[in-house]
Nanobody
Framework: QVQLVESGGALVQTGDSLRLSCAAS????????VAWFRQAPGKERVFVATISWNGISTNYADSVKGRFTISRDYAKNTVFLQMNSLKPDDTAVYYC???????????????????WGQGTQVTVSS
């Protein structure tokens, strides 16, 4: 199974930008679809974005479309989440998750992912 480590979380102001990283090890990273989820205080963890194993297909939650961009760097075995125009509602612990290629990026259920990182905290102050 692939091991995932998130980084890049911080305390920022409304309107700021932030880039999260998800570094992978343990398996051939290019075989995996990777997603970002987030969990706000007192709420369930929800889908944010996903990118296919070949980087061609992406999918975003409506709440982040046009503001967040997911990408991957195969040389660095890393997936990024560029977050622009941040809002207080974006405050959450952000998790990356991975699954083997073969399932459409339109499938966003947490149960379809079998590798998870420990999370990184993003706090957006107003």
């Amino acid at each position: 199974q692939v091991q995932l480590v998130e980084s890049g979380g911080a305390l920022v102001q409304t309107g700021d930008s932030l880039r999260l990283s998800c570094a992978a090890s343990g398996r051939t990273f290019s075989d995996y679809t990777v997603a970002w989820f987030r969990q706000a205080p007192g709420k369930e963890r929800v889908f944010v974005a996903t990118i296919s194993w070949n980087g061609i297909s992406t999918n975003y939650a409506d709440s982040v479309k046009g503001r967040f961009t997911i990408s991957r760097d195969y040389a660095k075995n890393t997936v990024f989440l560029q977050m622009n125009s941040l809002k207080p509602d974006d405050t959450a612990v952000y998790y990356c998750a991975a699954r083997r290629a073969g399932i459409s990026v339109l499938i966003t259920s947490q149960a379809s992912f079998n590798g998870w990182g420990q999370g990184t905290q993003v706090t957006v102050s107003s």
